[in-house]
Structure formats: C-alpha cells, structure tokens
T-cell receptor, first 114, second 113 residues
Framework: EPEVTQTPSHQVTQMGQEVILRCVPISNHLYFYWYRQILGQKVEFLVSFYNNEISEKSEIFDDQFSVERPDGSNFTLKIRSTKLEDSAMYFCASSGPGANEKLFFGSGTQLSVL | GNSVTQMEGPVTLSEEAFLTINCTYTATGYPSLFWYVQYPGEGLQLLLK?????DKGSNKGFEATYRKETTSFHLEKGSVQVSDSAVYFCALSANQAGTALIFGKGTTLSVSS
C-alpha cells in the first residue's frame, strides 16, 4: 500500500534555530496537511494545503510557520525560529486526488527544541 | 468550538478480553466521527468512521456507534489480541472525509498474552 514518508524521524534543534520537516505525500494526492501532538496533549491541526496555497490554518500556525511544496514530490513545514514549546511530534498527511477522500498519515517527526 | 474527549489511558488487558474506549464529543452541526489507530513506529491509520447519527462503523472486529443523544462514539471490540496494542484516537470532522480533523488525546492499549 502507498504510504506517506516523513524525514527525519527525530530532529533535535536549539531554540531560535530554523528547522524544516520534510514529507513525501502519496504520489497522486493533491491535498496536504500538517498536524502536531505535544506530549500528553491532543493531536492538533496546523494547516492544509492545496493547489500551491494554504486552504485552511489553525491559530497555532502563526508567522513562525510556513509550508511549501518545492517540487512535485515534497511537502515541507518550516519553523523559522523555534521555541521550546514547539517540541512535539509533527504528522504529515495527504489525501486525494478528489476533494473528500480519507487522509493518509506519515509516522511523524519528533522535534525536540533545547 | 468543536472538541473530542476520550478516556485516559493506558488500558491494559489480557488477550481475548472485551475492550471499550470511551469517546464523547462537542460539536455544532452534524460532524463525522472517526477512530484512528497508531501502531508502534507507524503513522495514524483510519480504523473506522460514521457519518451520521445511529451509523455503526466497523473494521477488524472493532465497532463504534454514532450516538447523537449522548454525543458519544465509544470504540468496542469483543476479544482483543496482542496485535491490537496501539494508540487509539477518536476524532471528528465537519466533513465526511475527515479533513481538518479534531482529535482526542489518544488512548494507549496494551494487550498481553
């Protein structure tokens, strides 16, 4: 079965540094998402992306965050200046090609900000 | 706003025991309800879903019924296996596909032989 791939599985960074989390969605999917889960808390929606633009974002997704589809296969989440509270498991998901198809999730990137 | 509350874990059971993981929700309108499962080292996978009141979702021996009167979507399985050990997430969405999901915290299930 096709799968969503996320790299790296673990990322450690210093506070204030920029970090880029990478995702390779399923090849014929057109809708892309980022979620995160802070340890012990709920999985939270961050952003959805379609047709090279953000279609929906949550309050968490502030100016420190950005997403990009730099080529035909990758979907990235950038955090410009990481804070301690950005430490979380970040999940990428994709769906499609139609508008209302189920999400497929990656196994996550554990980000630790020191 | 919309939210999901599920029972705190971990839940520890012996093989062949009956499983219930409680989930209640708060939502405006008529959301779709989902259970996702995360096996160790893997991504979240859709386990089952229900899109309207009184619908029962089922898969791999798991089932859950959309109860509007009690705003609940409890997950049940009659006889768990060691391979069911995972984290289970209840979620809701404003649409049937489950985009822009709102998740609960997750419940860890450990099944021993």
């Amino acid at each position: 079965e096709p799968e969503v791939t996320q790299t790296p599985s673990h990322q450690v960074t210093q506070m204030g540094q920029e970090v880029i989390l990478r995702c390779v969605p399923i090849s014929n999917h057109l809708y892309f998402y980022w979620y995160r889960q802070i340890l012990g808390q709920k999985v939270e929606f961050l952003v959805s992306f379609y047709n090279n633009e953000i279609s929906e974002k949550s309050e968490i997704f502030d100016d420190q965050f950005s997403v990009e589809r730099p080529d035909g296969s990758n979907f990235t989440l950038k955090i410009r200046s990481t804070k301690l509270e950005d430490s979380a498991m970040y999940f990428c998901a994709s769906s499609g090609p139609g508008a209302n198809e189920k999400l497929f999730f990656g196994s996550g990137t554990q980000l630790s900000v020191l | 706003g919309n939210s999901v509350t599920q029972m705190e874990g971990p839940v520890t059971l012996s093989e062949e025991a009956f499983l219930t993981i409680n989930c209640t929700y708060t939502a405006t309108g008529y959301p779709s309800l989902f259970w996702y499962v995360q096996y160790p080292g893997e991504g979240l996978q859709l386990l089952l879903k229900a899109t309207k009141a009184d619908d029962k979702g089922s898969n791999k021996g798991f089932e859950a019924t959309y109860r509007k009167e009690t705003t609940s979507f409890h997950l049940e399985k009659g006889s768990v296996q060691v391979s069911d050990s995972a984290v289970y997430f209840c979620a809701l969405s404003a649409n049937q596909a489950g985009t822009a999901l709102i998740f609960g915290k997750g419940t860890t299930l450990s099944v021993s032989s």
